[in-house]
């Protein structure tokens, strides 16, 4: 692994860690690029703690661009943001665009009404109904051209455990999408410390989950491992070793580097 670009930082509130500290380990660990992409401000989502504050905004910015100029040279250093796909949102996105390098997706939240009035947690679909609405999402995310990389799309799959024909119909839905756009998916390490089940092939995490890459790989897409990192310490250790051994040997159409020109 040569380069992350799912990064987050202590402006978040559940992460640790400046650019800087994090640019510290990746060069450490022989990194030739860095990513730094954390939670998004959103003045319409009340959830403290969870991403930073709008006024952090300028302060993450300075502290990316500081980083850049002092390790100018000896390592690549890309400003971006991890964020989810709203409806109504479109100025917002215009203007996150305008001061970063690239957006990461992560749906994190959805709506059965599609407003901001009934968001349900991403890690804690149950229904079909719910999967189904999180594959529209991200067809909707997709086809906006906003994103550069979509994050952990195989989330759904943390609570609805059961890889059946309706959690099936979502990794074709967003497969299809991702191909016909030409997006990248990202194969989240984060995952493996989210809980999963021992089996005869060993732990198998929640997400990301083998059925959905297998079907990933049938359609062609283009993807990217991310250590989707909180912590400096964890941004190459075993966890994402061990993710990278098993993304590796999956034979997917991996990407490597993030490539901008467009």
Known sequence: MKANYHTHHYLCGHAEGNTEDYVK???EKGFQELGMSDHAPNVRVHDYGVRMNPSDLPVY????????KK??????????????YFYDHEEYYDFIKENVDYLIHGQHYI????TMNDLKSGFDLRTT???DQYATYLEDAIKSGHFDIMAHPDLYLNSYKEFDKYAEDVARRICTLAKKHNIILEYNANGYRRGGKNTENGFEPNYPRKEFWEIVKEYGCRTILGSDAHQPELLYNHTVKQAEEDYLKMGLNDVGFLDLKK
């Open 25 to 27: 380990e990746a060069l």
């Open 61 to 68: 910015l300075e502290d990316v661009e500081n980083a850049q």
């Open 71 to 84: 390790y100018k040279g000896q390592i690549k250093i890309l400003k971006g943001l991890e964020i989810e």
């Open 111 to 114: 709506s059965m009404t599609k």
């Open 129 to 131: 109904n719910q999967i």
